[in-house]
């Protein structure tokens, strides 16, 4: 699994930005698909996440601000954040967990910054 990030920018507290992450290659055993993301000094940590039935996961600090979802026709997931706030500024990465038989598998796309100015 090939997962393709991107959408990350500079964006002034209150703004919005829309991430989004095309996977590509053996896509038919993804579970389910996420975003996390880690600031300077931070272990990385789940923002949102969405299973291959439409299930929802979301950080705390982001209910009712980010949104996640996902078109199947286009194997891409999307990251809608709104009200974005300093403390959001992290590297996002996008995840997809495979599971094959019993092993499950997590893959990784490469990072992109979100920086949020106040």
């Known amino acids: 699994v090939q997962l393709q990030a991107s959408g990350g920018g500079l964006v002034q507290a209150g703004g919005s930005l829309r991430l989004s992450c095309a996977a590509s290659g053996s896509i038919f055993n993804i579970n389910a698909m996420g975003w996390y993301r880690q600031a300077p000094g931070k272990q990385r940590e789940l923002v949102a996440a969405i299973t291959t039935g439409g299930s929802t996961n979301y950080a705390d600090s982001v209910k009712g601000r980010f949104t996640i979802s996902r078109d199947n026709g286009k194997n891409t997931v999307y990251l809608q954040m709104n009200s974005l706030k300093p403390e959001d500024t992290a590297v996002y990465y996008c995840?997809?967990?495979?599971?094959?038989?019993?092993?499950?598998?997590?893959?990784w796309g490469k990072g992109t910054l979100v920086t949020v100015s106040s």
């Open positions: 995840n997809a967990y495979s599971v094959v038989g019993l092993l499950g598998m997590d893959y």
